[in-house]
């Protein structure tokens, strides 16, 4: 049976534009890992020259990155981005908070950015895609997860305390995130122990604990939250230092907060082992 030439071509059009094995072929995760981490790497490149680098390594020629800051296009306008943001933020960088999460050429991750100046914590999610030439194509950014607005806004306000009482030990910040009044309960049997209402006495007890130790070290916490976002427990470990003695003693703590009106209201801490802290202590 004869062809047409009308079938003829028909065929020899959809062989040559059928998509390739290649143009769709799914990314294993060493390669999302490697790509994503040379990202990374580029945002927080301060030299211009060596960012370019990582840029064009890792970015397509006409990628688009776009968050709620606005949309930049191709290599050259994401570098000068990435150089405003540390001129307009020294000394601040994002760190992936999660695995990455990825299906054919499609990913996304998560991420947190302690702004060096104030302590001041931005959670956000980038979702991107990767061309064939295994560069990303485009990354859209989206700050602050999704969930109830003061559930977001109440586990800011606790990440922000934990980050000024251990990292920056800049009190201000915590006399602005506590109601007056707010209740503090320490384990009475810590020298410093005792219920302590409004923030002056808050600051007397933190002053007082200060004679005792010094911290050493704080794993990053994490947060369980109720329905409403109005009571959250932050569970961490902090490595404490007698001033007396030298001994250190670590300890897993849960925190429970209680925050109204986007203040602190009542803050409890739970030890794991009160007693071997006191012991660490004398």
């Known amino acids: ?102 299906y054919g050429r499609s990913f996304r991750f998560t991420w947190r950015m302690v702004f060096a100046k104030d302590g001041r914590v931005l959670d956000g999610v980038d979702f991107g895609e990767v061309d064939t030439e295994g560069r990303i194509a485009s990354i859209t950014g989206f700050w602050q997860p999704l969930g109830s607005l003061e559930t977001t806004a109440n586990q800011a306000i606790v990440i922000s305390y934990l980050d000024a009482l251990f990292r920056t030990r800049d009190l201000s910040i915590i006399d602005k995130l506590v109601a007056p009044g707010a209740v503090y309960t320490q384990a009475p049997g810590l020298p410093y122990g005792g219920v302590f209402t409004g923030f002056p006495e808050w600051t007397g007890m933190f002053i007082k604990s200060t004679t005792y130790f010094d911290v050493v070290g704080v794993t990053q916490p994490s947060l369980a939250t109720n329905d409403t976002g109005d009571r959250i427990v932050a569970s961490f470990d902090v490595r404490f230092r007698s001033k007396a003695t030298g001994k250190e003693s670590l300890q897993p703590i849960q925190e429970q907060f209680i925050l109204k009106g986007g203040k602190i209201v009542a803050l409890t801490p739970s030890y794991y082992d009160t007693k071997s802290l006191v012991d660490t202590l004398h």
Request: hydrophobic share 45%; net charge positive; proline share 3%.
């Open 1 to 102: 049976m004869k062809t047409t030439l009308a079938a003829r071509i028909a065929c020899l059009l959809s062989i040559c534009l059928a998509s390739p094995a290649w143009a769709s072929a799914a990314l294993d995760a060493a390669q999302v890992e490697k790509i994503v981490g040379i990202y990374e790497q580029a945002w927080k490149e301060r030299d211009a020259g060596k960012r370019d680098a990582l840029l064009a390594e890792a970015w397509s020629r006409k990628g688009v990155f776009k968050d709620p800051g606005g949309t930049v296009t191709g290599r050259s306008a994401l570098s000068k981005l990435i150089g405003k943001f540390h001129a307009d933020f020294p000394n601040t960088a994002a760190d992936r908070s999660s695995r990455i999460d990825f």
